[in-house]
T-cell receptor, first 110, second 114 residues
Framework: DAKTTQPNSMESNEEEPVHLPCNHSTISGTDYIHWYRQLPSQGPEYVIHGLTSNVNNRMASLAIAEDRKSSTLILHRATLRDAAVYYC???????????FGTGTSLTVIP | NAGVTQTPKFRILKIGQSMTLQCTQD?????MYWYRQDPGMGLKLIYY???????DKGEVPNGYNVSRSTTEDFPLRLELAAPSQTSVYFCASSSTGGRTGELFFGEGSRLTVL
């Protein structure tokens, strides 16, 4: 199964954009890229997903490299409530198993 | 809608005891999952189910059992609890499998085995 690599931690100032990178060099042509986040003491929650094209929703944007070997989750204006662990996950062709790594712990500085 | 409900939220077990973690969802989702999360780590898949009567192993199934007799319920059974099973357990559900389904998680059950 294809794996992802993310930085362990990142910091951002409040109200500034945040770019969270993810490398997935062994991604297959049919794997979708999913992002989830986990607030302290809560279960993960869905953020966004995509295949090839960039995607936007009310929470974030997902920018996918042309070769699909990397992607970036973009939070346009970080708030204190965005402090969480962000997971980049590949959904494989089986589709029944998500593999979570250790994610990126985002700290938002007031 | 309540979404995904897990009980109990906290539990302390002695080594060798058994217990069942309950998970119920009211979204009529076919796909359900159990994960465990050790301190400072990501989530690891224990078992999953693609529908009533169908279950399959994930990454770390040893020491656990599941059943899926109804669409709504997906209990996780721990037999002969061991300290290595001290963790936070999350149940999740999804309306679809495949590559695009969104997972909905419960709030977690924190288990300590002493």
């Amino acid at each position: 199964d294809a794996k992802t690599t993310q930085p362990n931690s990142m910091e951002s100032n409040e109200e500034e954009p945040v770019h969270l990178p993810c490398n997935h060099s062994t991604i297959s042509g049919t794997d979708y890229i999913h992002w989830y986040r986990q607030l302290p003491s809560q279960g993960p929650e869905y953020v966004i997903h995509g295949l090839t094209s960039n995607v936007n929703n009310r929470m974030a944007s997902l920018a996918i490299a042309e070769d699909r070997k990397s992607s970036t989750l973009i939070l346009h204006r970080a708030t204190l409530r965005d402090a969480a662990v962000y997971y980049c996950i590949l959904r494989d062709s089986n589709g029944n198993q998500f593999y979570f790594g250790t994610g990126t712990s985002l700290t938002v500085i007031p | 809608n309540a979404g995904v409900t897990q009980t109990p939220k906290f539990r302390i077990l002695k080594i060798g005891q058994s217990m069942t973690l309950q998970c119920t969802q009211d979204m009529n989702h076919n796909y359900m999952y159990w994960y465990r999360q050790d301190p400072g780590m990501g989530l690891k898949l224990i078992y999953y189910s693609v529908g009533a009567g169908i279950t399959d192993k994930g990454e770390v199934p040893n020491g656990y059992n599941v059943s899926r007799s109804t669409t709504e319920d997906f209990p996780l059974r721990l037999e002969l609890a061991a300290p290595s099973q001290t963790s936070v357990y999350f149940c999740a559900s999804s309306s679809t499998g495949g590559r695009t389904g969104e997972l909905f998680f419960g709030e977690g059950s924190r288990l300590t085995v002493l």
